[in-house]
């Protein structure tokens, strides 16, 4: 791996200069520039090598470049480009809709709706539960992140970087609390704050819909509880409101299965999709209940650009390889791998309070002395990895996670190599 503190670097330096003059300073990013990136690894313009542990923030599930997914974009190069779903239909669209669905657990009919991101995901999944319903309330958790659009900032917890200066807000969201054990916050607790919120707030004859992430993933890479979604799920059911579970960063084979919600044996009414279900390519998704799904009126959601052709090109395969149960066991191996390499990490390391996650889908919760989240920490390992040639990433409304998204094509010599360089900083920070 390259030392990136003695690798001379003229071409960062310059991109550097340029991006400095020319893109608003408010978006974030270090100075790395890409050249190359295949599987789990990185390339960059002055030649560095990086395993990138990160891809793309749950993007690159497939790893990075997959030739399967690029030979299939070629291909939808040559024979069409855009044409707005809503003007010409074409197959590719349809194709990503059955194959999303098939995602979707629940023995029912299912239909599908396709956007841009995962925030519009988010959007039409409210738009379509507040339609069905003819309700205005949407609950959503604490340690949430749905995106940064109006009414998905509004249902993000994080107030920094978020939504400081950003208000004011969407109408009629209501936050309750997010079950958080490492915290002392279980799913008794979780569930009680519901019923005063019902009390306190609003009434869950007025609720369209709940909204939560399975693992929560800005939050700081929270795994529900097992029997949290099976509860909210049945009181939806009781209130006649529905559910919806936004898989944007947990699904797509990220925690091993197609949809993270498979763990845990329920059924949601509406879901929303993102990130690897791309492959590399801008594109999200709904997925629901056909009566729910068909529930509005003609030309009620759409967009021009919902389900371009060459990125339902990229989808159609990065989804039917994460409907590949070898896809999944892979993945899942991956996971159990790095699992008992961060929990004997987590051992031998004074500052790890927690190493949680569900198959591949990973984080490390960085505490002081005193048990509290510690932000400097987490910060000085994300960064002395990077020196190290590891892309890692912080995470957590306190900002004393680290989160591993590796792509799940990831070799075991990326994995020995990753883990290692992670567990030195976490020393070096330890002592
Ligand atoms: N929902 C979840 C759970 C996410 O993690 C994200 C992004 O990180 C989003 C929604 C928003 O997705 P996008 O950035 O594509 O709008």
Redesign the pocket.
């Known amino acids: 791996m390259t030392d990136m503190t003695t690798h001379p670097t003229p071409n960062t330096d310059r991109l550097a200069a340029e991006r400095e003059r020319w893109v608003a300073s408010s978006v974030i990013g270090r100075p790395f520039f890409v050249e190359r990136a295949e599987g789990a690894r990185i390339w960059d313009v002055d030649g560095r090598e990086f395993l990138d542990f990160v891809g793309g ?2 993007t690159a599930n497939h790893g990075h470049s997959n030739p399967e997914i690029i030979a299939a974009v070629k291909q939808q190069l040559d024979s069409y480009l855009h044409q707005c779903f809503s003007l010409h239909s074409y197959e590719p669209y349809i194709d990503v809709c059955r194959l999303l669905c098939a995602c979707h657990p629940g023995d029912f009919d299912k239909k599908g709706f396709l956007a841009n ?6 959007e039409n999944a409210i738009k379509i539960a507040r339609y069905y319903t003819k309700r205005d309330a949407i609950i959503c958790l604490d340690n949430a ?5 109006l009414m ?1 900032m509004t249902l993000t917890a994080k107030v920094r970087p978020y939504k400081l200066g950003m208000g004011p807000f969407a109408p009629e969201v209501y936050r309750t609390t997010g079950p958080y054990p490492f915290r002392g916050i279980t799913t008794d607790d979780a569930i009680d704050g519901l019923h005063r919120l019902f009390k306190n707030q609003v009434d869950p004859s007025n609720v369209a819909a709940i909204i939560y ?1 399975p693992v929560q ?2 939050g700081g890479f929270l795994p529900m509880p097992d029997d949290y979604p099976r509860r909210v799920q049945e009181i939806a059911a009781e209130h006649g409101f529905l559910v919806i579970a ?5 699904g797509m084979g990220r925690t091993g299965t197609p949809a993270a919600v498979e763990h845990y044996g329920v059924t949601p009414d509406l879901m ?1 999709w ?2 690897s279900m791309g492959g590399g390519f801008p594109i ?1 998704g709904v997925t629901g209940r056909a009566e729910i799904m068909d529930c509005v009126h003609k030309g009620g959601i759409g967009g021009t650009y919902g389900g371009n052709p060459v990125s339902c090109a990229a989808a159609k395969v990065a989804i039917s390889q994460v409907l590949d149960p070898n896809f999944q066991d892979a993945a899942k191996a991956l996971g159990a791998r790095m699992r008992s390499r961060l929990d004997g990490v987590a051992e031998r390391s004074s500052v790890v309070g927690e190493v949680r996650g569900l198959g591949p889908m990973l984080g490390i919760e960085l505490v002081d002395a005193d048990g509290r989240p510690d932000a400097p920490s987490t910060a000085a390992v994300v960064a002395a990895a990077f020196d190290k040639g590891l892309i890692i990433m912080g995470a957590g409304v306190d900002s004393n996670v680290i989160r591993v998204l590796v792509p799940l094509v990831a070799t075991e010599a990326d994995i020995e190599e990753g883990m290692n360089i992670l567990e030195q900083c976490l020393q070096d920070v330890s002592s």
């Open positions: 923030i749950g991101s995962g925030a519009e995901a988010v992140f749905h995106g940064r659009t998905t992430e993933g800005e936004d898989e944007v960063q947990s929303t993102a990130k999200s």
